[in-house]
Nanobody
Framework: QVQLTESGGGSVQAGGSLLLSCQAS????????MTWFRQAPGREREGVAG???????LYEDSVKGRFIISRDNSKNTLLLQMNNLKPEDTAMYYC????????????YGQGTQVTVSS
């Protein structure tokens, strides 16, 4: 059974940091592109960052230089270090697995809420 479980969300002030974690099970984690996407109320889903199975990374423009995505294939874990958070980063954050980055979401978790106050 595929499971993706996010944790680490919370409420912070602008300029603060959070570390999101996603624990995966039930599929060949190391073979998949893993991504983070977010969705705020009334807004479209937005891809935030992705990391290929070989470790290559890509970021949405608004988070470049502030967010770092990483993975530990030995622990089936995906991380998102978020620094210098801004109120516009407020959203539910989800981790997702794709056969290849940009190929469409195969699995995703329940999400973790991030709220940034000004």
């Amino acid at each position: 059974q595929v499971q993706l479980t996010e944790s680490g969300g919370g409420s912070v002030q602008a300029g603060g940091s959070l570390l999101l974690s996603c624990q995966a099970s039930g599929f060949a984690f190391s073979d998949y592109c893993m991504t983070w996407f977010r969705q705020a109320p009334g807004r479209e889903r937005e891809g935030v960052a992705g990391i290929e199975s070989d470790g290559g990374t890509l970021y949405e423009d608004s988070v470049k230089g502030r967010f770092i995505i990483s993975r530990d294939n030995s622990k089936n874990t995906l991380l998102l270090q978020m620094n210098n958070l801004k109120p516009e980063d407020t959203a539910m954050y989800y981790c997702a697995a794709e056969a290849f980055c940009g190929g469409g979401t195969d699995f995703y978790g329940q999400g973790t809420q991030v709220t940034v106050s000004s």
